[in-house]
């Protein structure tokens, strides 16, 4: 092995990050190996621990240049320096083994040509809990007394570095356990919150799981309002049963009735057989209507119908069909001002809105940001990324001071981008590349509702570089809800 470019400074240095970096108490025990063995120049080495069921006995928890068939061997060879180092607690230099008479006649040495070994203990306040053992097979005098200092303020720093590894991987652990507790309670798998404001959205649908009283689900885009519908679905005494999403703002109105209610072939072109609807589809369990707010009003009377009198008619035909359905509905427009303005039916607004679950936007629930990132986190560091462990407090710090407008579906594709652009097993706040200009965001104390709608989907707009379909896309809406809105705004100003 040539001599190492590491100085003691360095190498101390650079255990010190490994403190503040690193999680995984193997990946400490690793990394500090490496970093004594390059120092000192050694050629070989591992470190041992005690077991976590038996404080007598110890194990090997990292190993450098020993092969996994060698390992015993050289574990039955170091044993007696090992142990004397952990009944002693003092450190061990060897310099020339031949010559010290302490091992120079032990067989096993000889025959395994060690010349140098150099072997400190490990300790936790004063208690021993393992050893780092290195040595050298090619060269006489690899360790001097001048490398004590050094070797003792390692394993002061690994001690320190692995108890700091391990009560994250408790915390981490523990927090799992108390996340799948809450799930396990609540019954809500998917639906990650523990703030104040999740625990009453919680608490509501518990409320209305078993009953088939229709619920509307508002809030901003991106807030999760599909995955509480199949979570109300699913976890609901319709289990069983199907349950249908439908996207009100993606399906063209004239396409939309047949779609909802069926059609009788021959009703119109293109009806070359007789189809049943999604209403029909979903009988006896839920549809969820997606952006109701977005049906015409030719629409909006036909689906008043199926909620007053429990029936339907497909297109073209006069039978009326009975249907047993759960309807669940969601927006994100203000529908009481849409009913002002005309536009939506007040009648249809409380058939649908017997239950009204708010969910709120990630802004307004900044304790559950770290949390809802990890979730993420986990869920895209697979695979090829798997090595991508967590994330630095700088970026923690990043994710929660950041106003999020997109709320969880913006949270949940950066992090599916940062997963992808980190360069080794920590996210840093640079990864997330969050936008800069972070006052340009449409939120600001004392906006009215509308200018705030404006600025974000003008702003939208622009990161899109004008694409409709995209905006729309990213925004959760209709091309023709965007095409209205932009078409509303225009002024010789802009």
């Given at each position: 092995?040539?001599?190492?470019?590491?100085?003691?400074?360095?190498?101390?240095?650079?255990?010190?990050?490994?403190?503040?970096?690193?999680?995984?108490?193997?990946?400490?025990?690793?990394?500090?190996?490496?970093?004594?063995?390059?120092?000192?120049d050694?050629?070989?080495?591992?470190?041992?621990l005690?077991?976590?069921?038996?404080?007598?006995?110890?194990?090997?928890r990292?190993?450098?240049?020993?092969?996994?068939?060698?390992?015993?061997?050289?574990?039955r060879?170091s044993?007696?320096?090992?142990?004397?180092?952990?009944?002693?607690?003092?450190?061990?230099?060897?310099?020339?083994?031949e010559?010290?008479?302490?091992?120079?006649?032990?067989?096993?040495?000889?025959?395994?040509?060690?010349?140098?070994?150099?072997c400190?203990?490990?300790?936790?306040?004063e208690?021993?809990?393992?050893?780092?053992?290195?040595?050298s097979?090619?060269?006489?005098?690899?360790?001097?007394?001048?490398?004590?200092?050094?070797?003792?303020?390692?394993?002061?720093?690994?001690?320190?570095?692995?108890?700091?590894?391990?009560?994250?991987?408790s915390?981490?652990?523990e927090?799992?356990?108390?996340?799948?507790?809450v799930?396990?309670?609540?019954?809500?798998?998917?639906?990650?919150?523990?703030?104040?404001?999740?625990?009453?959205?919680?608490?509501?649908?518990?409320?209305?799981?078993?009953?088939?009283?229709?619920?509307?689900?508002?809030?901003?885009?991106?807030?999760?309002?599909?995955?509480?519908a199949?979570?109300?679905?699913?976890?609901?005494?319709?289990?069983?049963?199907?349950?249908?999403?439908?996207?009100?703002?993606?399906?063209?109105?004239?396409?939309l009735?047949?779609?909802?209610?069926?059609?009788?072939?021959?009703?119109?072109t293109?009806?070359?057989?007789?189809?049943?609807?999604?209403?029909?589809?979903?009988?006896?369990?839920?549809i969820?209507?997606?952006?109701?707010?977005?049906?015409?009003?030719?629409?909006?009377?036909?689906?008043l119908?199926v909620?007053?009198?429990?029936?339907?008619?497909?297109?073209?035909?006069e039978?009326?069909?009975?249907?047993?359905?759960?309807?669940?509905?969601?927006?994100?427009?203000?529908?009481?001002?849409?009913?002002?303005?005309?536009?939506?039916?007040?009648?249809?607004y409380?058939?649908?809105?017997?239950?009204?679950?708010?969910?709120?936007?990630?802004?307004?629930?900044?304790?559950?940001?770290?949390?809802l990132?990890?979730?993420?986190?986990?869920?895209?560091?697979?695979g090829?990324?798997?090595?991508?462990?967590?994330?630095?407090?700088?970026?923690?710090?990043?994710l929660?001071s950041?106003?999020?407008?997109?709320?969880?579906?913006?949270?949940?594709?950066?992090?599916?981008?940062?997963?992808?652009?980190?360069?080794?097993?920590t996210?840093?706040?640079a990864?997330?590349?969050?936008?800069?200009?972070?006052?340009?965001?449409?939120?600001?104390?004392?906006?009215?509702?509308?200018?705030?709608?404006?600025?974000?989907?003008?702003?939208?707009?622009?990161?899109?570089?004008?694409?409709?379909?995209?905006?729309?896309?990213?925004l959760?809406?209709?091309?023709?809800?965007?095409?209205?809105?932009?078409k509303?705004?225009?002024?010789?100003?802009?």
């Amino acid at each position: 092995m040539e001599s190492s470019d590491y100085s003691p400074f360095a190498a101390l240095s650079e255990i010190a990050l490994t403190i503040n970096s690193l999680q995984d108490p193997g990946e400490v025990l690793e990394r500090v190996l490496r970093v004594a063995v390059e120092t000192l120049d050694a050629e070989r080495g591992f470190v041992l621990l005690h077991r976590p069921e038996d404080d007598e006995l110890f194990e090997v928890r990292a190993q450098f240049n020993i092969a996994a068939d060698h390992l015993g061997e050289i574990m039955r060879i170091s044993t007696s320096v090992v142990r004397e180092v952990l009944d002693s607690g003092e450190p061990i230099l060897v310099f020339e083994t031949e010559n010290d008479g302490r091992y120079g006649s032990s067989e096993s040495i000889v025959i395994e040509k060690i010349q140098s070994i150099a072997c400190v203990p490990l300790k936790r306040k004063e208690k021993q809990i393992g050893a780092i053992y290195l040595d050298s097979v090619t060269r006489r005098g690899r360790f001097t007394p001048v490398h004590l200092p050094f070797l003792s303020a390692v394993a002061n720093q690994a001690a320190v570095a692995l108890e700091n590894a391990e009560l994250y991987q408790s915390l981490r652990d523990e927090n799992r356990r108390l996340r799948s507790e809450v799930q396990r309670m609540h019954g809500f798998e998917g639906i990650i919150g523990q703030s104040a404001a999740m625990r009453e959205v919680f608490e509501t649908m518990t409320q209305v799981l078993d009953t088939s009283a229709t619920v509307m689900l508002t809030g901003e885009s991106g807030t999760g309002k599909e995955l509480v519908a199949r979570a109300l679905h699913y976890n609901g005494e319709r289990r069983d049963k199907p349950f249908i999403a439908v996207f009100c703002g993606s399906i063209p109105e004239s396409l939309l009735e047949s779609e909802l209610f069926g059609h009788k072939k021959g009703s119109f072109t293109g009806a070359t057989a007789d189809k049943r609807g999604l209403f029909e589809a979903a009988n006896g369990g839920t549809i969820f209507l997606d952006e109701v707010s977005e049906l015409s009003a030719r629409m909006q009377t036909s689906l008043l119908r199926v909620l007053q009198e429990g029936e339907i008619k497909r297109v073209g035909e006069e039978t009326i069909r009975k249907i047993d359905v759960r309807v669940l509905s969601a927006t994100n427009r203000p529908l009481k001002e849409l009913i002002a303005e005309g536009d939506f039916r007040e009648d249809l607004y409380y058939r649908l809105n017997t239950i009204e679950i708010t969910l709120p936007p990630l802004r307004q629930r900044r304790s559950d940001v770290v949390l809802l990132a990890d979730h993420f986190l986990e869920r895209f560091a697979t695979g090829s990324r798997d090595y991508v462990k967590r994330f630095t407090i700088d970026a923690q710090t990043a994710l929660k001071s950041y106003p999020w407008p997109g709320n969880v579906r913006e949270l949940e594709n950066t992090i599916e981008r940062a997963v992808v652009l980190a360069k080794g097993e920590t996210i840093d706040a640079a990864d997330l590349r969050l936008p800069k200009d972070i006052d340009a965001l449409p939120y600001a104390p004392g906006l009215p509702l509308k200018e705030m709608e404006r600025r974000f989907v003008l702003q939208t707009m622009e990161a899109n570089d004008g694409n409709v379909t995209a905006t729309a896309e990213a925004l959760g809406v209709s091309r023709r809800w965007l095409h209205y809105r932009l078409k509303e705004w225009e002024s010789p100003d802009e």
